[in-house]
């Protein structure tokens, strides 16, 4: 059987209203997060305690990886690795790579930053990118979430020094 028009136009408006609420919850959600870090960014240990363990692989290459992280939830580590260029120069013309693969379909994502720093919060991924605007700052921060779905953009911060962040986006 056919609906009417007016049933179609009640489904669609239904349809778009479940997106905009689905879409205002992600972005409360993502403020929550943001918060919460640029709060912590503010404490004199900043993220230190939700940082991720790497793992050196070569020194001659700047090269780590990160063991035990299950980011598409087979129950299987996917591959997280990162190559950090430059670690002494603030300034540095080249970025830093991170790169993961899952386990469970080999697709692989990858980000590039001046800086790059993984940490979990509230049993989420999450990559937290850092380049200095000037010798003397500010340095800005995004923070993305590594998923199994790819790498996505969660909020960004200005830090007029290491300690000293404020949530602008």
Same mark, same amino acid.
């Not at 489904?11 to 609420?21: E, T």
């Given at each position: #059987?056919?609906?009417?028009?007016?049933?179609?136009?009640?489904?669609?408006?239904? #349809?778009?209203?479940?997106?905009?609420? #689905?879409?205002?919850?992600?972005?409360?959600?993502?403020?929550?997060?943001?918060?919460?870090?640029?709060?912590?960014?503010?404490?004199?240990?900043?993220?230190? $305690?939700?940082?991720?363990?790497?793992?050196?692989?070569?020194?001659?290459?700047?090269?780590?990886?990160?063991?035990?992280?299950?980011?598409?939830?087979?129950?299987?580590?996917?591959?997280?690795?990162?190559?950090?260029?430059? $670690?002494?120069?603030?300034?540095?013309?080249?970025?830093?790579?991170?790169?993961?693969?899952?386990?469970?379909?080999?697709?692989? +994502? !990858?980000?590039?930053?001046? +800086?790059?720093?993984?940490?979990?919060?509230?049993?989420?991924?999450?990559?937290?990118?850092?380049?200095?605007?000037? !010798?003397?700052? $500010?340095?800005?921060?995004?923070?993305?979430?590594?998923?199994?779905?790819?790498?996505? +953009?969660?909020?960004?911060?200005?830090?007029?020094?290491?300690?000293?962040?404020?949530?602008?986006?």
């Amino acid at each position: #059987m056919f609906t009417t028009s007016k049933k179609v136009k009640k489904i669609g408006l239904g #349809m778009f209203g479940a997106l905009v609420l #689905m879409a205002a919850v992600s972005a409360h959600a993502s403020n929550q997060l943001c918060t919460a870090v640029g709060d912590q960014l503010n404490k004199s240990l900043g993220l230190t $305690p939700f940082f991720v363990e790497e793992t050196l692989a070569d020194i001659n290459t700047g090269s780590f990886y990160i063991s035990n992280i299950d980011i598409d939830n087979d129950q299987i580590n996917d591959v997280i690795s990162l190559i950090r260029i430059e $670690p002494g120069n603030i300034l540095s013309a080249d970025n830093s790579l991170l790169k993961y693969t899952l386990s469970s379909n080999k697709k692989a +994502y !990858k980000i590039e930053a001046q +800086y790059l720093s993984v940490f979990r919060f509230e049993a989420r991924l999450f990559v937290l990118t850092s380049k200095w605007l000037s !010798k003397e700052g $500010p340095i800005a921060k995004n923070i993305f979430e590594l998923g199994k779905d790819g790498i996505q +953009y969660r909020c960004a911060f200005n830090c007029t020094s290491v300690n000293a962040c404020f949530q602008h986006e």
